[in-house]
C-alpha cells in the first residue's frame, strides 16, 4: 500500500532533528470501517424510529398518543445520535485514509493527518511489551504498552495501537532488532545454575514457539499452562437477576402491546414503544448470558488456557495464544520488574512480570505472566537474570 507523499511531508516537521522514519504504513480503512459494524446496525431502527417521532412533533406524522407540538424538537437530539451513528464508517474510513503508523530508532508514532495534524508518540525506550494479532486474511493488529516517565511497569501503562496493518512481523522483526541488545548473554548459564530445565524439544510448546523466534534468537525455556478452574457461585446471582429484567419487561410488552394487535382500537404506531421495552430486556439478557458465561468459563478458560504457550528466549519473553487468530505478546527485558511467583499446593505456579492493561474506567486489570506452570521456581530465577542490576530489586 502506497503512502501519500503529503502524509510524509505533514509527519516531517513532527520528528526530532536526525530522526529516520525506519518503517510506516497506512491501516486498511475498509477493516477500520467495518470495525464498529453493530453500531451501524443499531443505528437503523434508531434512526427511523427518531425520524418518525420527529415528524410526529412536526404534525407531519400522525401517532395518536404524541399531540403535536408536546416538547417541541426534543426528538431531534435522539436522530442526530441517529444520523452520527449511520455515518461513524464513513468517517472512519476517511479518518483511517489519513492515518499513518511509523517506527523511528527512538519513538512509535500514530499520526492523524487530517487538518491539525495530530500525533501520538511512545519512546522505544521505555516500551515494555507488544502484543501482535494475526488475522486469516493477512493483516494484523500490534498494541503497544508501554511505561511512563521512564519508570518500570505501573500502575497505568499507556496504550498505543497499529490496527488492521499489512506485514505485521516486519514491525515485530523491527522491535525485537531494537530490544535484543539489552538481554541477557549468559542466560544459559542461570539456567544450569537453577538446576536445569526439562528438555526443551519434549516440550509441547516447542514447536509453536519456535515459528516465532528470529535469526540469532535462541531458546531457554518453554511450557503450557495447566491452570485449574473453578465454578464461580456468583454465575447463578447474575442468571436470577438477569431473567428478573428479561421477564419483567416482557410481560409488561406482553400486555400493553403484542396482547392487544389486531383487536379494535390498537394503533400499528404502538409499536414504535418497542425499543424502550427492548432496553431493560437487553439489560436482563447481558445478565443472564454474564451468568451463564461465568458457569461455562472454566471450560473455556481450560480451552483457551490449552492454546496458550509460553516462552523465554536470549531477547524476551513471548506469550503464543494458538486459536482462532494467532495472538503474540512480546515482553522486553530491560523494563521487566516486579517479577511475583506463588505457588498452590498442587505444585503448580505462577509466575507474573507486567501489569495488566488498565480497563475503560483506568482501573487496574490481573497482572500478566506465565500462569499454571510446573516449574515456577526456575522461571523466576531466568527472569531475574535476564533484568540489568539496576533494574532488579534483588541485585546486591
Given at each position: 500500500m502506497s503512502i501519500p507523499d503529503d502524509l510524509n511531508r505533514k509527519l516531517a516537521p513532527h520528528l526530532n532533528p536526525g530522526?529516520?522514519?525506519?518503517?510506516?504504513?497506512?491501516?486498511?480503512?475498509?477493516?477500520?470501517?467495518?470495525a464498529d459494524i453493530h453500531l451501524l446496525l443499531f443505528a437503523i431502527p434508531w434512526t427511523c424510529m427518531s425520524l418518525m417521532l420527529t415528524l410526529a412533533e412536526l404534525g407531519l406524522w400522525r401517532i395518536h398518543w404524541i399531540e403535536v407540538g408536546t416538547v417541541p424538537g426534543f426528538s431531534v437530539i435522539f436522530w442526530i445520535l441517529g444520523l452520527r451513528m449511520l455515518a461513524n464508517p464513513v468517517i472512519e474510513f476517511r479518518r483511517a485514509r489519513r492515518r499513518l503508523y511509523a517506527i523511528t530508532k527512538t519513538h512509535v508514532i500514530v499520526f492523524e493527518g487530517n487538518t491539525k495534524g495530530s500525533l501520538k508518540r511512545?519512546?522505544?525506550?521505555?516500551?515494555?511489551?507488544?502484543?501482535?494479532?494475526?488475522?486469516?486474511?493477512?493483516?494484523?493488529?500490534?498494541?503497544?504498552?508501554?511505561?511512563?516517565?521512564?519508570?518500570?511497569?505501573?500502575?497505568?501503562?499507556?496504550?498505543?495501537?497499529?490496527?488492521?496493518?499489512?506485514?505485521?512481523?516486519?514491525?515485530?522483526d523491527l522491535l525485537i532488532a531494537g530490544a535484543k541488545d539489552s538481554a541477557l548473554a549468559e542466560v544459559h548459564q542461570t539456567n544450569s545454575m537453577a538446576g536445569g530445565a526439562p528438555e526443551?524439544?519434549?516440550?509441547?510448546?516447542?514447536?509453536?514457539?519456535?515459528?516465532?523466534?528470529?535469526?540469532g534468537e535462541r531458546l531457554v525455556w518453554c511450557g503450557s499452562s495447566n491452570e485449574h478452574t473453578e465454578f464461580e457461585p456468583k454465575s447463578f446471582l447474575l442468571i436470577a437477576a438477569g431473567m428478573v429484567f428479561v421477564l419483567g419487561p416482557g410481560w409488561m410488552l406482553y400486555e400493553t402491546i403484542i396482547k392487544h394487535v389486531g383487536q379494535p382500537g390498537f394503533y400499528w404506531e404502538a409499536w414504535l414503544m418497542v425499543p424502550f421495552f427492548l432496553l431493560p430486556i437487553g439489560i436482563g439478557v447481558v445478565a443472564t448470558v454474564?451468568?451463564?458465561?461465568?458457569?461455562?468459563?472454566?471450560?473455556?478458560?481450560?480451552?483457551?488456557?490449552?492454546?496458550t504457550f509460553y516462552a523465554l528466549t536470549t531477547w524476551r519473553a513471548i506469550i503464543v495464544n494458538d486459536s482462532q487468530s494467532r495472538k503474540v505478546r512480546s515482553f522486553f527485558t530491560q523494563h521487566m520488574g516486579h517479577i511475583q511467583r506463588t505457588e498452590g499446593p498442587n505444585g503448580?505456579?505462577?509466575?507474573?512480570?507486567?501489569?495488566?492493561?488498565?480497563?475503560?474506567?483506568?482501573?487496574?486489570?490481573?497482572?500478566?505472566?506465565?500462569?499454571?506452570?510446573?516449574?515456577?521456581?526456575?522461571?523466576?530465577?531466568?527472569?531475574?537474570?535476564?533484568?540489568?542490576?539496576?533494574?532488579?530489586?534483588?541485585s546486591p
Open positions: 530522526e529516520i522514519v525506519l518503517w510506516s504504513a497506512q491501516p486498511d480503512a475498509r477493516s477500520i470501517a467495518l511512545l519512546s522505544r525506550a521505555y516500551l515494555s511489551y507488544f502484543t501482535k494479532t494475526q488475522y486469516a486474511n493477512g493483516l494484523g493488529t500490534i498494541q503497544f504498552t508501554s511505561t511512563e516517565k521512564g519508570q518500570r511497569l505501573g500502575d497505568r501503562p499507556e496504550l498505543t495501537t497499529f490496527a488492521f496493518f499489512e506485514s505485521p512481523n516486519d514491525v515485530e526443551l524439544e519434549s516440550n509441547p510448546a516447542f514447536t509453536v514457539v519456535q515459528r516465532e523466534l528470529r535469526s454474564a451468568g451463564v458465561a461465568c458457569l461455562v468459563s472454566p471450560l473455556l478458560l481450560k480451552k483457551r488456557l490449552s492454546n503448580l505456579g505462577n509466575v507474573t512480570f507486567a501489569e495488566g492493561e488498565p480497563d475503560s474506567d483506568g482501573h487496574a486489570t490481573p497482572r500478566i505472566g506465565f500462569i499454571g506452570i510446573h516449574d515456577a521456581q526456575i522461571v523466576e530465577a531466568l527472569l531475574r537474570s535476564m533484568l540489568k542490576p539496576q533494574d532488579n530489586p534483588e
